[in-house]
């Protein structure tokens, strides 16, 4: 079940009357691929109870006299708690078909794009349903949830994997599902069952192909099985002590702890060789971990055929794709091995390469694409199969700043369109300031820091402040001349300009420095008292690079 | 996870190495240009037709038909058969007729046969030329000349020690097992055939896991690294399976051969060889940490395989488990013999034996690497 914790600050909503449901329709079709969550009230058709329930809309029906939303139930704020994790069909506030007769409809646009692979069918659509099912069997398992009713008229809930599908005489429609054993009328052991559409009577049926279906449906839920690990979680990725030793009892990396919240991005900057890659490595299970686990989308990083389809990774050599294959080749020929079809696979492609600005590249080979090009290129391939989690492994290195920044962009773009968390290394402890939370690395020590920019920049003597000062002409050891003022406890070259740290008020502190800098004839072109600190400074101070005062 | 899932990744993988080999232009020159420069180089040696050979042990079958006793005191065709088994190396076998002999041959008893014609004994006292029927098997290059030679050395031998004799006894090869068609573009043909195809493929497939540098990411997907290696041998299998009908074509029509087989048995073969190359190429693969590790693993292997065809030496037992030599012997004994494929079963089953034992090292030995280096 989809959590309500994951609702993005920022939504469209838009208010709709139960009478007005057709224009709510018409809301929800202009943005057919964003996905819309709804806050429903209404009462349940059958039972009159009033309820409010909130859900994510799987499709919208507007055929001959029908108009209804199928509604994947996340959470209930009033009437029965069993809703939850079903799917309701909603009617407007006459409908005489549909199990909720709505009376306000609140839509909300999450602003970003359905990445749900789930897809849902009324019972008598069962013809379609078989169809697209079809295709999906020639490729990989699906999932389904069936609500119907038995042979004898009992209301039944199916739950299993779809063993068959097929279309009989006169274009009559049939799944077969081993069940778990689950069912609302009662407890059944795991069994085969024959799945028919609701509108066909069993006589007529029997008349027809000679099968009387077990189940009729009404409502049908489908999965794919790559979509099986779509369920969101709290923190994305969970490491715990994570330790690396290698043969000579020496720790590469130690007692690594943190926690991404899903829907973030966590950058991870450090000196080399300070277990950054070992950490990536550990994380993605590429190295089994001493001591310690990983947790990435609930599941632990050693359950390996498991956690796979969770998270993407792009390596930092660009030479780990096919140079001879297109762009969307290589798409295809790693998407594939998710399981997921040829079809879906070019469709999906196409829409990253517009995305990534690279569609007009992505019939050439990739060797003929410029770094930045190739770089996008190889993150199209890990977001192929929508990752809940991206790894980037030095992402930037090689691109000039431009490009950089550029390609921090397509990375955001990717976050908020796709609700993709991300690790991204880099050794540019600037592009932290990209990033929600930043793990620092030291050689030796392993994680030193975690936490958002602005709280480790916060850390920092001054709280995130300096004071800055250029003087008229460069003096080399200014430092170490600083040395004797009171309250100074770092100095920061980075080129001409000088940051001085202080717990000391900036103000009176820059004071303090220039009339110490005044003493000794110094010239002083320009003080800021009050100057931001940004990463790169954080990163230096942190790591010790800088003397000491 | 669907039990499907992995059948379908695993073609998906031949699919995309299959399409990675097309776009390599080199690899395909490897695959296609390299068998017709060989059957082309064969072609110019046939024409040379200088193909020398050496004299090696022999067992001969002696069908003595000579009924004539026209010399008092001793018979010549004895005489002659007692000559021929005097020589070094040489093992006479007797057989009463010509058929038994000629079975001798076929289950290779003998390696060839020589008939002594009735009238030989009275051609010879008569000072009449006479002749001797050398019959050798296709099946053995190397003892089709030296049985022939060792027949003449004994003849002449024979004469010197009886001293009187004036007239010639002439040694008429008569060569069995043999096709319509070139003898030497059979049997160097069958060879090239079955050796190019192995080691074709061998060399293209020894780069497959060490140069393939994308296939660290490919496992972070859920492909299992034992999907790799059946999606790998898969696709060179079939690329070798291709250039092998290729092969088997040129060499078919080329040289106007009418081999004693089928085309279907001859695919079989050519794509038991084929498999085998693939898997040979893709253990070397696996074991190699570099491009120039797998090229001295294919060379150690082409060397190896050269020395031990039995072509050019005789191997002994080896020969009985080495898969180029096991795809030899069924070539000889569906094309040349005229046997039923079935009859080899036990050549198909230890190069069976050889493939699975390929596949489980190279999973193995795929099995410690770690995704990304």
Same mark, same amino acid.
């Given at each position: 079940?989809? &959590?309500?914790?994951?609702?993005?600050?920022?939504?469209?909503?838009?208010?709709?009357?139960?009478?007005?449901?057709?224009?709510?329709?018409?809301?929800?079709?202009?943005?057919?691929? !964003?996905?819309? /969550?709804?806050?429903?009230?209404?009462?349940?058709?059958?039972?009159?109870?009033?309820?409010?329930?909130?859900?994510?809309?799987?499709?919208?029906?507007?055929?001959?006299?029908? !108009?209804?939303?199928?509604?994947?139930?996340?959470?209930?704020?009033?009437?029965? *708690?069993?809703?939850?994790?079903?799917?309701?069909?909603?009617?407007?506030?006459?409908?005489?078909?549909?199990?909720?007769?709505?009376?306000?409809?609140?839509?909300?646009?999450?602003?970003?794009?359905?990445? /749900?692979?789930?897809?849902?069918?009324?019972?008598?659509?069962?013809? /379609?349903?078989?169809?697209?099912?079809?295709?999906?069997?020639?490729?990989?398992?699906?999932?389904?949830?069936?609500?119907?009713?038995?042979?004898?008229?009992?209301?039944?809930?199916?739950?299993?994997?779809?063993?068959?599908?097929?279309?009989?005489?006169?274009?009559?429609?049939?799944?077969?599902? !081993? *069940? *778990?054993?689950?069912?609302?009328?009662?407890?059944?052991?795991?069994?085969?069952?024959?799945?028919?559409?609701?509108?066909?009577?069993?006589?007529?049926?029997?008349?027809?192909?000679?099968?009387?279906?077990?189940?009729?449906?009404?409502? $049908?839920?489908?999965?794919?099985?790559?979509?099986?690990?779509?369920?969101?979680?709290?923190?994305?990725?969970?490491?715990?002590?994570?330790?690396?030793?290698?043969?000579?009892?020496?720790?590469?990396?130690?007692?690594?702890?943190?926690?991404?919240?899903?829907?973030?991005? $966590?950058?991870?900057?450090?000196?080399?060789?300070?277990?950054?890659?070992?950490?990536? !490595?550990?994380?993605?299970?590429?190295?089994?971990?001493?001591?310690?686990?990983?947790?990435?989308?609930?599941?632990?990083?050693?359950?390996?055929?498991?956690?796979?389809?969770?998270?993407?990774?792009?390596?930092?050599?660009?030479?780990?794709?096919?140079?001879?294959?297109?762009?969307?080749?290589?798409?295809?020929?790693?998407?594939?091995?998710?399981?997921?079809?040829?079809?879906?696979?070019?469709?999906?492609?196409?829409?990253?390469?517009?995305? $990534?600005?690279?569609?007009?590249?992505?019939? &050439?080979?990739?060797?003929?694409?410029?770094?930045?090009?190739?770089?996008?290129?190889?993150?199209?391939?890990?977001?192929?199969?929508?990752?809940?989690?991206?790894?980037?492994?030095?992402?930037?290195?090689?691109?000039?700043?431009?490009?950089?920044?550029?390609?921090?962009?397509?990375?955001?773009?990717?976050?908020?369109?796709?609700? *993709?968390?991300?690790?991204?290394?880099?050794?540019?402890?600037?592009?932290?300031?990209?990033?929600?939370?930043?793990?620092?690395?030291?050689?030796?020590?392993?994680?030193?820091?975690?936490?958002?920019?602005?709280?480790?920049?916060?850390?920092?003597?001054?709280?995130?402040?300096?004071?800055?000062?250029?003087?008229?002409?460069?003096?080399?050891?200014?430092?170490?001349?600083? &040395?004797?003022?009171?309250?100074?406890? /770092?100095?920061?070259?980075?080129?001409?300009?000088?940051?001085?740290?202080?717990?000391?008020?900036?103000?009176?502190?820059?004071?303090?420095?220039?009339?110490?800098?005044?003493?000794?004839?110094? &010239?002083?072109?320009?003080?800021?008292?009050?100057?931001?600190?940004?990463?790169?400074?954080?990163?230096?101070?942190?790591?010790?690079?800088?003397?000491?005062? | 996870?669907?039990?499907?899932?992995?059948?379908?990744?695993?073609?998906?993988?031949?699919?995309?190495?299959?399409?990675?080999?097309?776009?390599?232009?080199?690899?395909?020159?490897?695959?296609?240009?390299?068998?017709?420069?060989?059957?082309?180089?064969?072609?110019?040696?046939?024409?040379?037709?200088?193909?020398?050979?050496?004299?090696?042990?022999?067992?001969?079958?002696?069908?003595?038909?000579?009924?004539?006793?026209?010399?008092?005191?001793?018979?010549?065709?004895?005489?002659?058969?007692?000559?021929?088994?005097?020589?070094?190396?040489?093992?006479?076998?007797?057989?009463?007729?010509?058929?038994?002999?000629?079975?001798?041959?076929?289950?290779?008893?003998?390696?060839?046969?020589?008939?002594?014609?009735?009238?030989?004994?009275?051609?010879?006292?008569?000072?009449?030329?006479?002749?001797?029927?050398?019959?050798?098997?296709?099946?053995?290059?190397?003892?089709?000349?030296?049985?022939?030679?060792?027949?003449?050395?004994?003849?002449?031998?024979?004469?010197?020690?009886?001293?009187?004799?004036?007239?010639?006894?002439?040694?008429?090869?008569?060569?069995?097992?043999?096709?319509?068609?070139?003898?030497?573009?059979?049997?160097?043909?069958?060879?090239?055939?079955?050796?190019?195809?192995?080691?074709?493929?061998?060399?293209?497939?020894?780069?497959?896991?060490?140069?393939?540098?994308?296939?660290?990411?490919?496992?972070?997907?859920?492909?299992?690294?034992?999907?790799?290696?059946?999606?790998?041998?898969?696709?060179?299998?079939?690329?070798?399976?291709?250039?092998?009908?290729?092969?088997?074509?040129?060499?078919?029509?080329?040289?106007?051969?009418?081999?004693?087989?089928?085309?279907?048995?001859?695919?079989?073969?050519?794509?038991?060889?084929?498999?085998?190359?693939?898997?040979?190429?893709?253990?070397?693969?696996?074991?190699?940490?570099?491009?120039?590790?797998?090229?001295?693993?294919?060379?150690?292997?082409?060397?190896?395989?050269?020395?031990?065809?039995?072509?050019?030496?005789?191997?002994?037992?080896?020969?009985?488990?080495?898969?180029?030599?096991?795809?030899?012997?069924?070539?000889?004994?569906?094309?040349?013999?005229?046997?039923?494929?079935?009859?080899?079963?036990?050549?198909?089953?230890?190069?069976?034996?050889?493939?699975?034992?390929?596949?489980?090292?190279?999973?193995?030995?795929?099995?410690?690497?770690?995704?990304?280096?």
């Amino acid at each position: 079940m989809e &959590q309500l914790a994951n609702i993005p600050v920022f939504v469209e909503k838009n208010y709709f009357a139960g009478s007005r449901f057709d224009d709510a329709l018409d809301w929800i079709e202009e943005r057919s691929d !964003r996905e819309i /969550h709804t806050q429903i009230t209404g009462q349940l058709r059958e039972s009159n109870e009033e309820i409010a329930v909130e859900g994510r809309v799987l499709n919208v029906a507007r055929r001959g006299r029908i !108009r209804r939303i199928a509604l994947l139930i996340n959470s209930v704020q009033k009437g029965s *708690t069993d809703l939850n994790g079903i799917v309701l069909t909603i009617g407007s506030d006459k409908t005489e078909r549909e199990e909720v007769a709505a009376k306000q409809l609140v839509l909300m646009n999450w602003l970003r794009r359905n990445i /749900h692979d789930d897809f849902y069918y009324d019972g008598e659509e069962i013809d /379609h349903a078989v169809k697209r099912v079809q295709e999906l069997l020639a490729y990989t398992e699906v999932d389904a949830q069936i609500w119907g009713t038995s042979k004898e008229g009992q209301p039944m809930y199916i739950k299993g994997t779809v063993t068959n599908a097929r279309m009989e005489r006169l274009r009559v429609g049939l799944l077969e599902l !081993r *069940t *778990t054993p689950k069912s609302i009328a009662k407890e059944s052991s795991a069994q085969v069952l024959t799945i028919g559409g609701r509108e066909t009577a069993p006589e007529i049926m029997r008349e027809l192909i000679s099968i009387v279906p077990d189940v009729l449906a009404h409502k $049908m839920l489908f999965t794919p099985a790559y979509a099986r690990t779509r369920g969101k979680v709290e923190n994305v990725i969970v490491a715990e002590n994570l330790t690396v030793t290698v043969d000579n009892n020496f720790d590469i990396i130690r007692d690594v702890s943190f926690k991404l919240p899903s829907g973030k991005i $966590m950058g991870i900057i450090g000196e080399s060789g300070s277990g950054k890659s070992t950490t990536i !490595r550990a994380l993605i299970g590429d190295i089994s971990p001493t001591k310690g686990q990983v947790v990435i989308g609930g599941v632990p990083s050693t359950q390996r055929k498991q956690v796979k389809p969770i998270f993407g990774f792009v390596p930092q050599d660009l030479g780990y794709m096919y140079q001879n294959f297109t762009p969307l080749e290589n798409i295809i020929e790693f998407g594939k091995q998710y399981g997921i079809p040829e079809r879906e696979l070019v469709r999906r492609g196409k829409i990253l390469l517009r995305e $990534m600005g690279i569609f007009e590249k992505g019939n &050439q080979s990739v060797n003929t694409l410029s770094g930045g090009e190739k770089r996008r290129a190889s993150i199209s391939i890990s977001m192929v199969h929508r990752p809940q989690l991206l790894i980037l492994d030095e992402p930037t290195s090689g691109l000039d700043p431009d490009m950089r920044s550029e390609l921090w962009d397509y990375l955001d773009y990717l976050n908020q369109e796709y609700g *993709t968390s991300m690790i991204v290394v880099t050794h540019y402890p600037g592009e932290a300031e990209y990033c929600d939370t930043v793990g620092v690395f030291m050689r030796d020590r392993s994680l030193v820091a975690y936490g958002s920019p602005a709280e480790l920049k916060a850390s920092l003597p001054g709280k995130g402040y300096a004071v800055g000062i250029i003087l008229q002409q460069p003096r080399p050891g200014i430092a170490t001349l600083l &040395q004797g003022v009171k309250g100074i406890i /770092h100095v920061l070259e980075r080129g001409e300009l000088i940051k001085v740290f202080s717990e000391v008020p900036l103000i009176e502190m820059s004071e303090r420095v220039v009339r110490a800098l005044q003493a000794k004839d110094i &010239q002083i072109k320009s003080v800021k008292p009050k100057m931001g600190v940004d990463m790169t400074d954080y990163f230096i101070l942190i790591t010790g690079r800088q003397l000491e005062v | 996870m669907s039990s499907i899932e992995p059948f379908k990744r695993i073609i998906a993988l031949t699919r995309k190495e299959i399409q990675t080999i097309i776009k390599d232009r080199t690899a395909m020159l490897l695959v296609f240009l390299l068998p017709i420069l060989t059957i082309g180089t064969l072609a110019l040696a046939i024409q040379q037709n200088d193909i020398q050979a050496e004299t090696e042990p022999l067992i001969f079958g002696v069908v003595d038909l000579d009924t004539t006793d026209t010399f008092p005191g001793l018979d010549l065709s004895e005489n002659f058969t007692a000559t021929l088994a005097s020589l070094d190396g040489i093992t006479v076998v007797p057989y009463e007729n010509e058929s038994d002999a000629y079975m001798g041959l076929f289950l290779n008893e003998i390696d060839s046969y020589v008939v002594i014609p009735d009238g030989f004994e009275h051609a010879l006292s008569m000072d009449l030329p006479t002749i001797v029927y050398v019959h050798t098997s296709n099946t053995q290059l190397q003892g089709q000349g030296n049985a022939i030679i060792s027949v003449t050395e004994a003849a002449l031998i024979f004469r010197q020690k009886l001293g009187w004799i004036r007239s010639d006894i002439l040694t008429i090869p008569e060569v069995e097992f043999v096709p319509e068609g070139d003898v030497l573009a059979v049997q160097v043909g069958a060879f090239l055939v079955v050796f190019c195809i192995f080691m074709a493929i061998a060399l293209i497939s020894c780069q497959s896991i060490v140069g393939d540098i994308p296939l660290r990411r490919m496992l972070l997907t859920p492909t299992s690294k034992v999907e790799v290696i059946l999606g790998k041998i898969s696709a060179y299998t079939i690329i070798g399976m291709i250039q092998g009908l290729l092969l088997l074509i040129l060499w078919i029509v080329g040289f106007q051969l009418n081999l004693r087989t089928d085309l279907l048995t001859l695919v079989i073969i050519v794509s038991l060889m084929s498999l085998a190359g693939a898997v040979s190429g893709v253990v070397i693969s696996s074991f190699s940490t570099s491009r120039l590790q797998a090229n001295q693993g294919f060379l150690f292997l082409l060397l190896g395989m050269m020395i031990l065809s039995g072509m050019f030496i005789d191997v002994g037992v080896i020969s009985e488990f080495l898969p180029m030599n096991l795809g030899m012997q069924l070539i000889r004994d569906t094309a040349f013999k005229g046997l039923l494929l079935i009859a080899g079963w036990q050549e198909i089953i230890r190069i069976l034996i050889y493939i699975m034992g390929g596949i489980v090292i190279a999973i193995l030995v795929l099995w410690r690497k770690r995704t990304l280096a």
